[in-house]
């Protein structure tokens, strides 16, 4: 079991900055053993579908939704299996819950997902 955890979020006005936390923590000796691969952040908005904002794999190697890209910039650090989200130049669009997402890569190929609670992100026009 992987514990999955998100900090950070609050409330902003445009064109503020806000970083989002998330670390993931195996919960037992057995957990740890096997990596966190991918993290990612998603949201979703009132009303709406989540969706992917940003994700990062263990290389370093990252993809944006395109209405972040340029905007945001997800990072990680390896040695604490913890993803940042920086969001520059917030729009009242970007107000959702995020979420963040860790990938568990086990034997056979098998990749299981966790998901952390959300943190809310406003953003005041």
């Known amino acids: 079991q992987v514990h999955v955890m998100e900090s950070g979020g609050g409330r902003v006005q445009s064109g503020g900055t806000l970083t989002l936390s998330c670390s993931a923590a195996?919960?037992?000796?057995?957990?740890?053993?096997?990596?966190?691969?991918?993290m990612a952040w998603y949201r979703q908005a009132a009303g709406k579908e989540r969706e992917l904002v940003a994700r990062i794999a263990k290389d370093g190697s990252a993809d944006y939704s395109d209405s972040v890209k340029g905007r945001f910039t997800i990072s990680r650090d390896n040695a604490k299996d913890t993803v940042y989200l920086r969001m520059n130049s917030l729009k009242p669009e970007d107000t959702a819950v995020y979420y963040c997402k860790a990938n568990q890569e086990l034997p056979h190929g098998l990749v299981l997902d966790y998901w952390g609670q959300g943190t809310q992100v406003s953003v005041s026009s």
């Open positions: 195996s919960s037992t000796a057995a957990a740890s053993r096997f990596s966190i691969t991918t």
